[in-house]
């Protein structure tokens, strides 16, 4: 016959394992993230600030560190922000614009504009916000330096 301090640590045992698998289901779908396929070096600028946002929208943090320099993978957020709401959500985004020529400050960038649909991102409101990315050429071909209303 179990002890009384047998039946309450295997309560406590059972309720906090329930409510691990209970966290963990919550929070799962953001970590699993689709693979999106870094475009070759040569691809434009356009194609890769294309890429960019698809990983970001799919929450692929690998393809945006590689596809950003310095690395930008804002859109991947932890597993508490998830769990406690504080989850940006990228819902679509416009047809992306042709890249625009920046004015010859030093840094060769160009800037692609396109409009995002977001919930709950800290400084924008919810629904359709105008938004670009700027892209720097690089050994590894364009590249995502910047990102933000442009």
Excluded: K
């Excluded at 946002?53 to 799919?58: D, G, I, Q």
């Excluded at 990228?90 to 396109?114: A, C, I, K, N, Y």
């Excluded at 919930?119 to 590249?143: I, K, Y």
């Amino acid at each position: 016959m179990p002890t009384p301090q047998q039946i309450r640590r295997g309560t406590l045992l059972g309720a906090a394992t329930i409510a691990v698998v209970g966290v963990v289901a919550a929070i799962a779908p953001s970590w699993s993230t689709p693979f999106v396929a870094v475009p070759p070096r040569s691809a434009s600028a356009r194609t890769v600030a294309e890429t960019f946002w698809r990983a970001a929208e799919h929450r692929d943090c690998a393809t945006m560190r590689a596809l950003s320099d310095p690395d930008d993978t804002t859109w991947c957020v932890s597993w508490w922000d998830t769990f406690t709401g504080q989850d940006p959500h990228l819902l679509g985004h416009g047809r992306f614009s042709d890249p625009t020529t920046q004015p010859d400050d030093g840094t060769g960038e160009t800037s692609v504009r396109f409009t995002v649909d977001v919930r709950n991102v800290s400084g924008m409101p919810d629904g359709w916000n105008e938004w670009g990315l700027f892209l720097r050429h690089t050994a590894d071909g364009w590249r995502v330096s910047e990102e933000g209303v442009v």
